[in-house]
């Protein structure tokens, strides 16, 4: 999903994408690979004029998830490799690899705020509140992390609509079993007047 790599990222890959074509163009010639390393420097190059600016998948399958961070886990090698190879100066190196971390947290806590959401729709708030503390706990280990701070105090937030939607909910479903608990006791209890209405009847018989 495009909201879980930065156009920082995307300029990255894209520039080791042409070295690697450049390398390869080298050990043979073929035109296959001529063309993709034209359409890679066009790439490149649309990407430092303009940003791609790509719609957000919504990812709620927890497979989905994982798959996501796997591949991030895929980057975050690369980075280190290319760092080592000092292809990436450390200052980079270390830049992009908060940023795949970050994305790496952001995926999972998406998931389960997704899930939240969803849980919100179907009437069950309770529900929804547990998935954004799981969603809030996806983001533990990126403490400092002022991005992470501002979505985690938006979950926080949500929480507390929800318990207060919640509470009224509680209340209104405890006022109307009150409601049928006293109609049922009112109506026992003009059956029993009307049994010994009845009786009276006879014993006056």
């Known amino acids: 999903p495009p909201q879980y790599l930065s156009n920082e990222l995307r300029v990255m890959v894209s520039e080791r994408s042409i070295d690697t074509l450049k390398e390869l163009a080298g050990l043979r010639n073929d035109a296959s690979v001529a063309k993709q390393l034209t359409q890679e ?73 997704a899930r939240a959401e969803a849980s919100n729709k179907a009437g069950k708030p309770r529900v929804a509140i547990h998935n954004y503390h799981n969603a809030i ?44 608990l006293e109609g049922s006791q009112e109506w026992d209890t003009y059956l029993k007047d009307d049994d010994q209405w009845k009786k009276k009847n006879q014993y006056d018989d």
């Open 41 to 113: 420097q066009e790439t490149l190059k649309t990407l430092r004029e303009a940003p791609v600016r790509l719609k957000p998948v919504i990812v709620s399958d927890e497979n989905a998830a994982k798959e996501v961070r796997k591949l991030l886990q895929t980057l975050y090698k690369f980075v280190q490799h290319q760092n080592q190879r000092k292809l990436l100066n450390n200052a980079s190196a270390k830049k992009y690899l908060e940023q795949i971390a970050f994305y790496a947290c952001q995926s999972k806590a998406d998931m389960y705020a």
């Open 137 to 180: 706990a996806a983001y533990k280990t990126l403490q400092g992390n002022a991005q992470a701070a501002e979505i985690v105090a938006g979950y926080k937030q949500r929480i507390q609509v929800l318990d207060q939607q919640a509470d009224e909910h509680n209340k209104k479903v405890k006022a109307e079993a009150q409601a049928k």
